[in-house]
């Protein structure tokens, strides 16, 4: 199994970027993908997930009302709209994939578990 993200970069405050995560290399009907970040000096954080079954979405609070989670489903290609965005949402954004998905993804994170494929992560800077 194999994610790519794509998409990162330098915006400005309040700017927006849009990342993508393409995965490959298998071919399960259940599953789960979630956009983590770190920042440095930071644990690894979950931001956003969405499953392919009923396309059920989860958010943190820290992004809620700035960040979209979408997906092709069919592309088995997720993407990730970031607007409004802030010097704190400075981090390596890292595409994971859990398959089959999990019920309460609410939850796992809430208890710190992530993903059970990851790809390399690609870099998002926001500064003036």
């Known amino acids: 199994v194999q994610l790519v993200e794509s998409g990162g970069g330098l915006a400005q405050p309040g700017g927006s970027l849009r990342l993508s995560c393409a995965v490959s290399?298998?071919?399960?009907?259940?599953?789960?993908i979630a956009w983590f970040r770190q920042a440095p000096g930071k644990e690894r954080e979950a931001v956003v997930c969405i499953r392919n079954e009923y396309g059920d979405t989860w958010y943190a609070d820290s992004v809620k009302g700035r960040f979209t989670v979408s997906a092709d489903f069919a592309k088995r290609t997720a993407y990730l709209q970031m607007d409004t965005l802030e010097p704190e949402d400075t981090a390596v954004y890292y595409c994971?994939?859990?398959?089959?998905?999990?019920?309460?993804?609410?939850?796992?994170?809430?208890?710190?578990?992530?993903?059970?494929?990851w790809g390399k992560g690609t870099q998002v800077t926001v500064e003036a």
């Open positions: 994971g994939l859990d398959s089959p998905a999990f019920n309460d993804y609410s939850t796992r994170f809430r208890q710190g578990h992530g993903m059970h494929w």
């Open positions: 290399g298998f071919t399960f009907d259940d599953y789960a």
